[in-house]
């Protein structure tokens, strides 16, 4: 995290090799603040389609510019029936509701996500959550930090007192606890 490797970070999976694939021992890879491109994230997002990668499970791609346009190569690696991944920090990055809405949508292995400090509107955060809560959605995500609250491991109670909720957050925020 927080290096200049830009373009390069696509291609570090290539790098770390055998580490991370199915039997490796890096589960964990934390590319936060790299200055990750629409060809890093191409090659990197590609790399992960290819289903070797499967001791990956949690994925930081925090603060690297990742626009809705950028992101699609993300969009397909979290639909493909051999994403492994658990965990996914998205948080500083101007994506929006709908773009997350699609990753999501037909994604098996996802539980945790971030997307503190994105794009993600009131219409964004509702469209996810009824997605959510959907009988059929197969994701099953039941962590979550945004910018209204945070559902991690570790919390036992929520306290909104003082805090003025749209309906949007609360839709996002019972498709959250349905498998909490």
Request: aromatic share 4%.
């Amino acid at each position: 995290a927080n290096t200049k490797l830009g373009d390069e970070a696509g291609s570090i999976l290539e790098h770390l090799g055998d580490a991370c694939k199915a039997g490796g021992c890096l589960q964990a890879l934390d590319l936060s603040s790299v200055g990750l491109t629409d060809r890093g994230g191409r090659k990197l997002f590609e790399a992960l389609m290819t289903g070797e990668f499967q001791a990956l499970k949690t994925l930081k791609l925090a603060k690297n510019e990742l626009k809705d346009a950028k992101a699609n190569g993300m969009i397909e690696m979290l639909r493909i029936e051999e994403c492994a991944l658990t965990k996914l920090d998205v948080s500083g990055n101007p994506m929006s509701g709908s773009m997350l809405m699609r990753a999501l949508k037909f994604n098996h292995s996802l539980t945790s996500l971030n997307v503190c400090g994105t794009e993600v509107d009131d219409d964004g955060m509702r469209a996810l959550g009824e997605l959510l809560l959907a009988p059929s959605c197969p994701c099953p995500m039941k962590l979550l930090a945004c910018d209204h609250y945070e559902v991690l491991e570790d919390t036992q109670q929520l306290d909104f007192s003082g805090k003025a909720l749209s309906s949007g957050a609360l839709t996002l925020l019972f498709g959250i606890l349905k498998l909490n």
